[in-house]
Nanobody, 115 residues
Framework: QVQLVESGGGLVQAGGSLRLSCAVS????????MGWYRQAPGTQRELVAT???????NYADSVKGRFTISRDGAKNTVFLQMNSLKPEDTAVYYC?????????WGQGMRVTVSS
């Protein structure tokens, strides 16, 4: 059973920063991808950023240059450093772990950016 434990969400003013963390209960040498998705009210869940176990990263155009994804392999933890936050970044953020054709999801954290 894979469990994802998220932390770091909250309320911040526009222009501020937040750092999200997600720890995965299971470590492996098998190729996997960790990432963050978000869902604003009335919209579909969308990709924010992903990072593979080989270090390849992928970002949504809307966050390029502002957000940075990283991972600590030893602790099987993924981080999302969010800078220059905008009100449109307000959403519930979900951690994702993709391993052997299976998606695992965190419970979600609310990030609210006030103008």
């Amino acid at each position: 059973q894979v469990q994802l434990v998220e932390s770091g969400g909250g309320l911040v003013q526009a222009g501020g920063s937040l750092r999200l963390s997600c720890a995965v209960s299971r470590s492996t040498f098998i190729y996997n991808v960790m990432g963050w998705y978000r869902q604003a009210p009335g919209t579909q869940r969308e990709l924010v950023a992903t990072i593979s176990s080989t270090g390849s990263t992928n970002y949504a155009d809307s966050v390029k240059g502002r957000f940075t994804i990283s991972r600590d392999g030893a602790k099987n933890t993924v981080f999302l450093q969010m800078n220059s936050l905008k009100p449109e970044d307000t959403a519930v953020y979900y951690c994702n772990y993709f391993l052997l054709d299976t998606d695992y999801w965190g419970q979600g954290m609310r990030v609210t950016v006030s103008s």
